[in-house]
């Protein structure tokens, strides 16, 4: 479904808009692009040796995951069966984890507070990342049931 989203008009990347389209509430695009632009803004000032698109892009593939847990249902029981992650689906889970921390936190303005959580991500850290090892690990304890993810009659 990326074909239908347009670059952004600053940095002239889908994931900017993307990005830029998952902070935005109500449908206020301007007030979520001002944010964006500003945390771009700040990260900077913070990183000077790289873009900050580059920190956006590398902090994104950090979160991103590559195994996650799937319920199956089999003979009565339930089982939680790890799987690969589509990678459109790892964007998706990696935007959202990020945008989730970033909410959780308060006192600051949104485009610090999604400044700090980028670089916190960028670094290997932070609350995203930390999601994404609680997600890796979940697949990791659960990797003896990996066999009934290749069930071909249902």
Same mark, same amino acid.
């Given at each position: 479904?990326?074909?239908?989203?347009?670059?952004? %008009?600053?940095?002239n990347?889908?994931?900017?808009?993307r990005?830029? /389209?998952?902070?935005? &509430?109500?449908?206020?695009?301007? @007030?979520?692009?001002?944010?964006?632009?500003?945390?771009?803004?700040?990260? +900077?000032?913070?990183? @000077?040796?790289?873009? %900050?698109?580059?920190?956006?892009?590398?902090?994104i *593939? /950090?979160?991103?995951?590559?195994? +996650?847990?799937?319920s &199956?249902?089999? $003979? $009565?029981? @339930?089982?939680?069966?790890?799987?690969?992650? %589509?990678?459109?689906?790892?964007?998706?889970?990696?935007?959202?984890?990020?945008? +989730?921390?970033?909410?959780?936190?308060? $006192?600051? %303005?949104?485009?610090?507070?999604?400044?700090? +959580?980028?670089?916190?991500?960028?670094?290997?850290?932070? *609350?995203?990342?930390?999601?994404?090892?609680?997600?890796?690990?979940?697949?990791?304890? /659960?990797?003896? !049931?990996?066999? !009934?993810? !290749?069930?071909?009659?249902?």
């Open positions: 479904m990326d074909y239908l989203l347009k670059p952004d %008009p600053k940095y990347d889908k994931l900017v808009s990005l830029t /389209n998952s902070i935005m &509430k109500e449908g206020k695009k301007s @007030t979520a692009q001002r944010a964006l632009y500003k945390a771009m803004s700040v990260m +900077e000032k913070k990183i @000077t040796d790289v873009g %900050p698109l580059e920190v956006l892009l590398k902090a *593939d /950090n979160v991103k995951p590559i195994m +996650e847990v799937k &199956k249902r089999i $003979g $009565g029981a @339930t089982y939680q069966v790890p799987t690969q992650v %589509p990678t459109d689906r790892q964007l998706s889970l990696a935007i959202r984890w990020i945008l +989730e921390s970033v909410r959780k936190k308060k $006192g600051k %303005p949104l485009h610090v507070r999604l400044s700090d +959580e980028l670089l916190a991500a960028y670094k290997g850290e932070g *609350d995203a990342m930390l999601t994404r090892q609680n997600v890796h690990k979940m697949a990791e304890a /659960n990797k003896a !049931f990996a066999h !009934f993810g !290749f069930r071909r009659d249902r």
